[in-house]
C-alpha cells in the first residue's frame, strides 16, 4: 500500500470510527453466517453449526482486537486510548493535579513572560508590511580618524553622507534615514510633538501609505531647506484635527517657521524609532529648524540618523553585509585612519550594536531567572511524579503482569506528563497575556512603542517550553516507576527490584537543585537590595532633594542668545525671588543618566599628556545651588580678568589625576582649541553613575542661555514652583513652554534597574524558596513514612525521640547543605558579571550573603524538621504489629 493510500486509511479509521467499526461487524457477521450455513450444508443441526463457525473464526472480539491492532492509525487509537485513560486518572487525583498544573504554570509563566520581554525589545519585527526584508544599517567605527566623531546618542549611527553612501548598496532595494526629535507647534495650544526628521524615501522604503494627501517627494529633500512640509500620523490627524480632511494644505508652525502639512499616514503607523511619532518632516529641514544654529546635516563625521533598508528581490541578508561592507571600506579610504565595520541586521527597535555589547548581561540575566524559577518549578513536580509513582506501583506491577510492556507504561506515564505540562503552559500564558497592561503601567512615557502583546513565536516558544518540560519531569519518574520487582510490589512492600527503597539518590539530587537555585536568587537579590539602599543613603557629592531643573523651547522657536538671557534672566529673578528658594543657576544638565565627556590636555616640561573626562557647563551659582563645595580657590564670578585664557574649576579627583602631588590651582589645560586657568578645585561629585562618587570632572562657565536648563534648589517642596513657571513664561510669550524635573525622579530612574533586578529576583528567590521547602518537606516525609519500622525498632530498644529527630534531621539535611553552598557559589559568579549595577556594593558583600544564607538555613531546618519530629511519635507496638 502506498503512503498517500496509508494516510487515507489512516485519516478514515481515526476520522469515521463508527463507520469502520460498523463495517468490521458487518463483515464479521456475513462471515459467520456463511460458516454456519456451510456447516449446515454439511448436515450439523443450526445450533451446533453456528458454535462451530465461531470456533472458526477465533471469538469476535478477539478477532476485532486483531483486525485493530493491524490497521492503519491503530498506534493514533492507542494514543487517543492512553489519553482518555491519563485525563480519567487526574480526574480521580484533582489535588495531585492542580498542584502540578498550577506548579508549572507559574514556572512556564514567568519563564514565558520573560523571554516575551526580551524577544520584544530584541528580536520582534517592526510593525510595517513585509518586516522581514527590512533591515537596520549601523557603524562600529574601530578608529575615527584625526577629525574625530560627533556623536548625538549612539556611536553606531550615520551621518546623512553616510546613509546616502550606503543607500546606493545594491542589494537595497530602497533605504530611509531618521532621527527623532520634540518639535515644537505653536497655534491655539502649543505642545511639543515627538517627530522625525526622515529622508524623503522613508515611507516607500517602508512600503507606509499615505491615506490622505501624498507623500514627500525628492525634491523636498534635494538641497537644505527644501522641503517645509510635513506629514500627520493618522492618531495625531484624529486627536488633533478631529479628522478634518482639510488639513491637506493646511500651514501650521513649527519651530517657529510656517510647514504645509501635505498628508496623513495610515492607521496604527506610529514611525520605526522606540518613541511613537506624530508628525514627520523632511530631513534637509533640520539646520532650518534649529534656525541655523545646529547644522548637523552638513556633518559628514556625525552620528545621529538611524538607517532602514529594505532588501532588494532575491537579495540576502549575507549579500547585503558584504556590500555594506566595501562601502565601509570606501568611506574609510576618504578619511586617512578611520576604520569602519559596517553592521546589516534585521530591522527591530534596538539592535544597536551598543545594545548588544552592553545589554547582553542584562537580558542574559532576565532569561537565567525565567530558567531558573522553570527549572525550580520542575524539580518540584518531579518530586510529586516520583511519590505518584510509589503510590501507583501496585497498579503498575499488576498491568505488567497481564502483558503490557514497560515501553508501554512510559509511554502512558508520559502522556501524563505531557497533559500536566500543556495544562500548566495554558494557565500559565495568563502571564503572558497580562504583560502588555503591566509593561504600559510600568512604562515612564506613555509614546513608549514596545509591543509585548503574544505572536506567533512566543505561543510556540510557550509549548516547545511546555514539551522540553514534559521530558525534564515526567522521563525519569515513568522510568523509576516502571523499575517494579512484581513480588515485593502485589506483597505491598516499598522496594524497588532487590534494594529497600530509600529516600532515593535522585530525590535527594532534586531537593539540593531547589537549594542551589533558591541560595542563587536569594543572595544575588540581598546584593541588589543592599546596593540600592547604598545608593539612596550615599550622599552623591551634592543635593539631590527639592531640586528641580526647568528647560525651555527658547531654542526651537528661534531665539538667539541675547533674546534668551532677558528671558531667562526674568524668571530667575522671578525665582530668586519665590520664598523658600535657596539658589538658581544655569546648567547644560543635571548629573546622572547621560555622560558628557570630552578631552583635557596638560603639559609638563617638555611633554603633555591628553586625558578623557567629564564636562559640565555651569554659572558660578551651580555650586551653592547643589550644596557643593569649593574646597580651594573661588567660583567663576569672582574671578578677575584673564587675558586670552578662560577659568575653569576642577573636582578634586581631577586635579589629582592632572596634577599628581602639586597644587592645581593657577594650572593650565587645553580642550577645544582654547587654553583654561584652574580657579578653584570643587569637592567630588558623581556625574554620570552613582557608583563613582569621585569621578573627574571640570567646569566651564557656561555662557548662553540656549540649549540650558535652570536649576533650582528649595528649603522645601518645590510644588508651587513648578506650576509658577510655566505660567511666568507664557506672560512673557505664549510660545514659551516650560518642562520641569525632579531630581528625585532622575535618581529613581538611575535606581530602577536595581530595583527591579532586586525585586524580581527576591520575588522569585522567595518563590523558590517556598517550592524548596515543600519538596525537603516531601523528601523527609518519604523517607519517614519508608522508614517508620526502623524508627519503630529504635524507639522499641531504647532510642529517645530527639536521638531520632537528628538522625531524620541529618539524612534531609546533606542535600541542603550542599544545596546552599553550590547556590552562594553561583550567586557569588553571577554577582561578579553584574558588579556594575551594584553601586560599589561588594559582589562577596557578607551581610548580603549572611543574612540570605540565615534564611536559607533557617527554611531548610524547619522543613526537615516538622517531619522528623512526627516520625518520633510513632507507637513501636502498633507500627511493628501492623508491618511485622
Known amino acids: 500500500m502506498s503512503i498517500v493510500s496509508r ?96 506548579t508549572l504554570a507559574i514556572g512556564i509563566g514567568l519563564n514565558s513572560a520573560m523571554f516575551t520581554v526580551v524577544y520584544s525589545v530584541l528580536a520582534r519585527s517592526l510593525p510595517i508590511r513585509d518586516a522581514d526584508r527590512v533591515v537596520n544599517i549601523y557603524q562600529r567605527l574601530r578608529s575615527t580618524g584625526a577629525r574625530g566623531r560627533e556623536v548625538r546618542g549612539s556611536t553606531s549611527l550615520l551621518s546623512y553622507d553616510e546613509f546616502l553612501a550606503y543607500a546606493r548598496v545594491p542589494a537595497f532595494a530602497a533605504a530611509a534615514a531618521y532621527h527623532p526629535q520634540g518639535l515644537t507647534v505653536t497655534g491655539a495650544e502649543n505642545r511639543v510633538v515627538p517627530s522625525e526628521l526622515v529622508s524623503c524615501g522613508y515611507f516607500r522604503a517602508l512600503r507606509t501609505s499615505i491615506v490622505l494627501g501624498r507623500s514627500f517627494s525628492e525634491d523636498e529633500c534635494s538641497h537644505t531647506g527644501a522641503g517645509p512640509v510635513a506629514i500627520l500620523s493618522h492618531a495625531a490627524w484624529q486627536a488633533r484635527y478631529a479628522g478634518d480632511s482639510a488639513i491637506v494644505g493646511t500651514v501650521i508652525h513649527v519651530n517657529g517657521l510656517p510647514l504645509t502639512v501635505v498628508g496623513v499616514a495610515e492607521p496604527g503607523f506610529n514611525g520605526i524609532s522606540f518613541e511613537r511619532a506624530a508628525m514627520w518632516v523632511p530631513i534637509t529641514m533640520q539646520p532650518t529648524l534649529e534656525h541655523g544654529r545646529d547644522s548637523i546635516l552638513v556633518h559628514d563625521n556625525a ?143 506613555t509614546e513608549i512603542q514596545l509591543n509585548v502583546s503574544p505572536d506567533l513565536r512566543i ?41 529497600q527503597h530509600r529516600p532515593s539518590r535522585i530525590r535527594s539530587t532534586i531537593v539540593a537543585v531547589q537549594m542551589a537555585g533558591s541560595a542563587m536568587l536569594l543572595v544575588t537579590a540581598g546584593l541588589f537590595l543592599r546596593a540600592a539602599m547604598r545608593a539612596t543613603v550615599t550622599h552623591p557629592g551634592y543635593a539631590t532633594h527639592n531640586v528641580v531643573a526647568f528647560s525651555t523651547n527658547a531654542g526651537p522657536l528661534g531665539y538667539d542668545a541675547g533674546r534668551a538671557g532677558v528671558v531667562y534672566r526674568a524668571l530667575m529673578d522671578r525665582i530668586r525671588q ?84 602639586n597644587d592645581a590651582l593657577g594650572r593650565r589645560l587645553e580642550s577645544g582649541g582654547h587654553w583654561f586657568r584652574v580657579v578653584g578645585i ?63 525622579d532622575r535618581i529613581s530612574l538611575v535606581l530602577l534597574p536595581a530595583r527591579l533586578v532586586a525585586g524580581s529576583t527576591a520575588s522569585l528567590g522567595a518563590l523558590a524558596l517556598v517550592l524548596a521547602v515543600i519538596g525537603i518537606a516531601g523528601v523527609v516525609s518519604f523517607g519517614v513514612g519508608q522508614r517508620r519500622r526502623e524508627v519503630a525498632v529504635r524507639l522499641a530498644v531504647g532510642a529517645t525521640a530527639q536521638q531520632v529527630v537528628a538522625l531524620m534531621m541529618r539524612q534531609g539535611g546533606t542535600p541542603i547543605v550542599a544545596g546552599i553552598v553550590v547556590g552562594i557559589a553561583l550567586a557569588g559568579v553571577l554577582a561578579r558579571l553584574v558588579r556594575g549595577l551594584l553601586f560599589g556594593v561588594s559582589p562577596l558583600d557578607p551581610i548580603a550573603y549572611a543574612v540570605m544564607t540565615g534564611v536559607l538555613a533557617l527554611s531548610g531546618v524547619l522543613a526537615t524538621y516538622v517531619p522528623s519530629r512526627r516520625a ?13
Open 7 to 102: 494516510v487515507r486509511a489512516a485519516a478514515r479509521n481515526v476520522l469515521r470510527r463508527a463507520d469502520v467499526e460498523r463495517e468490521l461487524d458487518d463483515e464479521l457477521r456475513s462471515y459467520v453466517e456463511l460458516l454456519t450455513a456451510e456447516k449446515i450444508a454439511e448436515g450439523m443441526a443450526p445450533a451446533d453449526a453456528r458454535r462451530a463457525a465461531l470456533v472458526d473464526v477465533g471469538g469476535v472480539e478477539q478477532t476485532k482486537e486483531e483486525v485493530r491492532d493491524v490497521r492503519a492509525g491503530a498506534r493514533i487509537d492507542a494514543l487517543r486510548a492512553d489519553v482518555r485513560h491519563t485525563l480519567r486518572g487526574l480526574r480521580r487525583s484533582p489535588g495531585f493535579t492542580i498542584a502540578v498544573v498550577c
Open 303 to 445: 552620528s545621529w540618523l538611524t538607517v532602514a533598508a529594505r532588501l532588494a528581490l532575491g537579495a540576502t541578508l549575507e549579500q547585503a553585509r558584504t556590500q555594506a561592507a566595501v562601502t565601509g571600506r570606501g568611506l574609510d579610504a576618504a578619511d586617512p585612519g578611520r576604520r569602519t565595520i559596517p553592521v546589516v541586521t534585521p530591522g527591530a527597535y534596538f539592535n544597536f550594536p551598543e545594545v548588544s555589547a552592553e545589554g547582553a548581561l542584562p537580558m542574559a540575566l532576565i532569561l537565567l531567572l525565567g530558567f531558573t524559577i522553570v527549572a525550580m518549578a520542575c524539580a518540584n513536580v518531579m518530586n510529586l511524579l516520583l511519590a505518584r509513582g510509589l503510590a501507583r506501583r501496585r497498579e503498575i506491577a499488576i498491568r505488567l503482569a497481564i502483558g503490557a510492556s514497560r515501553r508501554q507504561l512510559v509511554q502512558q506515564l508520559l502522556i501524563e506528563s505531557g497533559a500536566l505540562a500543556l495544562a500548566g503552559a495554558l494557565v500559565g500564558m495568563v502571564f503572558v497575556v497580562a504583560l502588555p497592561p503591566i509593561v504600559r503601567a510600568l512604562s515612564p512615557s
Open 459 to 499: 505561543v510556540g516558544y510557550v509549548f516547545l517550553l511546555a514539551i522540553a518540560t514534559t521530558l525534564l519531569v515526567g522521563l525519569t519518574p515513568a522510568l523509576q516507576a516502571t523499575s517494579v520487582d512484581l513480588t515485593s510490589a502485589f506483597k505491598g512492600a516499598a522496594t524497588f527490584g532487590k534494594r
Open 578 to 661: 519665590t520664598p523658600g528658594v535657596v539658589d538658581v543657576a544655569f546648567t547644560a544638565r543635571l548629573p546622572l543618566l547621560v555622560r558628557n565627556s570630552g578631552s583635557v590636555r596638560v603639559i609638563r616640561g617638555n611633554d603633555s599628556a591628553t586625558y578623557n573626562v567629564d564636562v559640565a557647563s555651569v554659572t558660578a551659582s551651580y555650586f551653592h545651588t547643589m550644596d557643593m563645595r569649593i574646597v580651594r580657590g573661588t567660583t567663576f564670578d569672582i574671578v578677575a580678568a584673564m587675558g586670552d585664557e578662560r577659568p575653569v574649576v576642577v573636582s578634586g579627583s581631577l586635579a589629582s589625576k592632572l596634577w599628581p602631588g
Open 682 to 744: 570643587a569637592s567630588d561629585a558623581a556625574s554620570s553613575s552613582l557608583s563613582r562618587p569621585a569621578e573627574t570632572t571640570i567646569y566651564f562657565v557656561a555662557t548662553s542661555p540656549l540649549e540650558k536648563q535652570i536649576v533650582v534648589r528649595t528649603s522645601n517642596s518645590p510644588t508651587a514652583l513648578i506650576a509658577a513657571v510655566p505660567v511666568w513664561a507664557r506672560a512673557m510669550d505664549p510660545a514659551l513652554l516650560v518642562q520641569s524635573e525632579r531630581f528625585e
Open 872 to 884: 518520633a511519635r510513632v507507637d513501636p507496638a502498633t507500627t511493628l504489629r501492623d508491618e511485622g
